[in-house]
């Protein structure tokens, strides 16, 4: 294996990745990450707490079956937040554009975007605008960051984790890129094959009030539900187990995954939050999930167990059991 260059895998949310921010990024930055490295930063002594984000965006194609880059970059910069256990305060976007690149089509891509900020409460306060030659770019790339602040009761932390805890999804798995990847290799697909990209900051809300219930929350984007759980249990003295039959997922989604071969759980969503709870409180989430219209299909899928520390295990339909590994990379790049 080349060990000298970029590889896509690097960028694609898997064990490759892990491995380049541990070895490349971590010892060279002021990037504090005692519990992992969450998607969005505490600021220090800030009262109430405050936390800060940023996130790239290169999706191909830029408009995708129930969404475009636009929206996206704005639910994954106040989903990253949310998941954090914060409400977004405020937004930047940035632009890197590729001479020739359609001003229609970007205005349909600014208009979505303001929609999408407008529907979680915040303003886009600032931002960049950056034009590259003809090839140089491949048509719109964003970047965006955001500021959010804490919401009460919530104290966030895998150290907290115990067996017996109820691990739940707030939705159906897989389907943001398996819709990505038909409108990319203009696949024949159905109507309902749509992405789920959403923002899951009203999810979170809702949770306010079993807040101290909470003790692990992450949106499953590049690497999807697997990679995720595959983080959360590293190191630790408890491994996760999911139940096949317990995943929901979209019959449109799980028929083009099956035709490719390809495993949902390791897909990316981007409107689905994982969560791990104590066990006595779950049903009182769901019961808040399933009230909200992004949370209807949420569903307990397993739980944490004090056998396979720092293991992620599934048990199959067939009731037999196996390893889900980290990802090495995401099987779809380029969709965020």
């Known amino acids: 294996m080349n060990t000298d260059s970029i590889r896509i895998e690097h960028g694609a949310g898997g064990r490759l990745m892990a491995e380049f921010i541990r070895a490349e990024l971590l010892p060279r930055f002021t990037i504090a990450a005692p519990d992992g490295l969450p998607d969005a930063a505490e600021l220090p002594a800030a009262s109430p707490p405050l936390f800060f984000t940023t996130d790239a965006f290169v999706v191909q194609p830029p408009v995708f079956p129930g969404g475009d880059i636009g929206s996206l970059a704005i639910h994954g910069t106040v989903n990253d937040l949310a ?128 807040a101290a219930a909470v003790k692990f929350m992450r949106d499953p984007t590049r690497g999807g539900v697997a990679a995720v759980l595959n983080e959360m249990v590293e190191g630790m003295s408890v491994g996760a187990l999911v139940r096949e039959s317990d995943l929901p997922f979209r019959p449109a989604a799980r028929a083009l995954a099956e035709m490719m071969g390809i495993e949902l759980i390791r897909v990316a969503c981007e409107g689905r939050i994982v969560a791990v709870v104590e066990a006595e409180a779950a049903e009182d989430i769901l019961a808040v999930w399933r009230a909200h219209p992004h949370g209807r299909d949420a569903r307990r899928i397993g739980e944490l167990t004090s056998s396979d520390a720092g293991r992620v295990v599934m048990e199959t339909l067939t009731g037999g059991r196996r390893i889900v590994d980290l990802p090495q990379g995401e099987p779809l790049p380029r969709i965020c």
Do not use: W
């Open 83 to 210: 998941v954090r256990g914060a409400r977004v305060r405020a937004l930047s976007l940035a632009m890197i554009l590729e001479e020739g690149f359609s001003l229609p089509l970007l205005r349909t891509i600014l208009d979505s975007a303001r929609t999408a900020a407008a529907a979680t409460g915040a303003d886009i306060i600032t931002g960049d605008t950056k034009v590259v030659r003809r090839g140089q770019c491949d048509g719109l790339y964003l970047v965006t960051a955001g500021v959010g602040e804490g919401m009460p009761g919530f104290r966030l932390n895998r150290r907290r984790l115990a067996a017996g805890d109820a691990v739940l999804v707030s939705g159906t798995i897989g389907d943001h890129g398996m819709a990505v990847m038909a409108a990319r290799e203009r696949l024949p697909a159905s109507e309902a094959l749509q992405s789920d990209s959403a923002p899951v900051l009203g999810l979170v809300q809702a949770m306010v009030p079993y």
